[in-house]
């Protein structure tokens, strides 16, 4: 019996000492170099694009095409795995219905250069919203929107909140399972395990608290606002959207509740027709 107690706690000592050299990188971001598919597998008309950030790297990414003159802008961050050519399903299809899409890969994922951080990526999103207003958006006055997914709809809250003068450019934001807050967040997803459960506090505090979602979303209030959780997600829980939309304290937020797995949603028509609603007139309808 001694001898079980000794190994869990070497098991334990060894898990906390690699998750706290680890540090946030390794929590938060799981790249992938090889691309597995491409816009025109998907018969959709695209371009390359690449993006100088200000830390010098290079952002790859696709600029989805519309055949007619496209009615908006829509530009889409993903979540915290793999790359763009594995989630590229949520959005492709939102082309054909007007749209043109900006999809782009943070630092270290795909072809993108550099490393992946959690400062890093604040930036690249905050490089690709100004690249493309000044270099996609064709007409000034047809609504450009975010759409990000777990990390990428929180990377969006904070970057944008903090970059006010682009915030006031994005006609509306659509938000699926952000989370509210990064320590919380690591702490939900410690406590899953029996073998990290009693690390989900003190490994919590190695994660920085000054880019918390929740901590500035008021300031996306004067906008439209979509959130989109599952109560079954086992990524993110359904308690960040309370958390969110309770600071957010805005009139134009709404909520598209579903049943499915994490970011899975957009994969499904009565979803699909949710969101093209919204787009369409900057709310929810009832039915």
Request: positive net charge; contains cysteine.
């Amino acid at each position: 019996m001694c001898g079980c107690k000794n190994s869990f706690k070497k098991i334990v000592m060894t898990s906390f000492i690699v998750l706290t050299l680890s540090s946030c990188t390794h929590l938060f971001f799981h790249p992938e170099r090889e691309l597995l598919l491409t816009p025109d597998m998907l018969n959709i008309e695209y371009s390359d694009i690449f993006i100088p950030t200000t830390d010098k790297n290079l952002l790859h990414g696709w600029h989805l095409k519309t055949k007619e003159p496209s009615i908006g802008t829509i530009i889409f961050l993903h979540g915290n795995a793999e790359n763009i050519s594995t989630h590229i399903r949520s959005v492709y299809w939102l082309v054909k219905f007007g749209y043109q899409i900006v999809i782009i890969d943070y630092q270290g994922y795909g072809r993108s250069t550099g490393t992946a951080s959690l400062e890093g990526a604040l930036n690249d999103v905050v490089n690709t919203v100004d690249f493309t207003l000044n270099k996609i958006r064709n007409k000034k006055n047809v609504p450009t929107y975010i759409l990000g997914q777990s990390l990428g709809a929180s990377l969006a809250i904070t970057a944008l909140t903090h970059s006010e003068h682009l915030m006031e450019k994005i006609d509306g934001y659509i938000l699926e399972a952000p989370f509210a807050n990064f320590r919380q967040i690591t702490r939900d997803a410690l406590g899953k395990n029996w073998l990290t459960w009693p690390l989900q506090y003190p490994l919590s505090w190695t994660i920085t608290n000054n880019y918390n979602p929740e901590d500035t979303i008021h300031k996306l209030r004067d906008r439209p606002v979509l959130f989109i959780y599952s109560e079954e997600d086992q990524i993110i829980p359904f308690h960040h959207y309370k958390q969110l939309n309770k600071k957010l304290n805005s009139q134009k937020s709404y909520l598209l509740k579903t049943h499915d797995k994490h970011i899975r949603s957009l994969l499904y028509k009565a979803y699909r027709e949710k969101l093209l609603y919204f787009l369409k007139h900057q709310s929810l309808s009832d039915d």
